[in-house]
Nanobody, 121 residues
Framework: QVQLVESGGGLVQPGGSLRLSCAASGTIFSVNIMGWYRQSLGKERELVAFIDTYGNINYANSVKGRFTISRDNAKNTVYLQMNSLRFEDTAVYYC???????????????WGQGTQVTVSS
């Protein structure tokens, strides 16, 4: 059983910073792409950033230059450093990863439970 557990959300003022973490645990053979999505009230879930095993990264235009995604392959953990936060960054942030449970398994996509980020003065 694979789980993605997020941490690091909270309340922050505009211009502030937060760092999200997401650790994959359970029976894991390999972790491929890891990423972050977010969903604001009344809006569809959207991609924030993703990173593959080789360190190739993609960001949503809205967060480029402010957010940094990174990962620790030894810990099966992905991070999202969020700087210069804006009101419009308020959302539930979800971790997402493609994981193989064993060498013969197919890649399976997993979601974390979500962590709330609120930017407010």
């Amino acid at each position: 059983q694979v789980q993605l557990v997020e941490s690091g959300g909270g309340l922050v003022q505009p211009g502030g910073s937060l760092r999200l973490s997401c650790a994959a645990s359970g029976t894991i053979f390999s972790v491929n792409i890891m990423g972050w999505y977010r969903q604001s009230l009344g809006k569809e879930r959207e991609l924030v950033a993703f990173i593959d095993t080789y360190g190739n990264i993609n960001y949503a235009n809205s967060v480029k230059g402010r957010f940094t995604i990174s990962r620790d392959n030894a810990k099966n953990t992905v991070y999202l450093q969020m700087n210069s936060l804006r009101f419009e960054d308020t959302a539930v942030y979800y971790c997402n990863a493609d994981i193989k449970a064993d060498s013969r398994a197919f890649l399976t996509n997993y979601w974390g439970q979500g962590t709330q980020v609120t930017v407010s003065s």
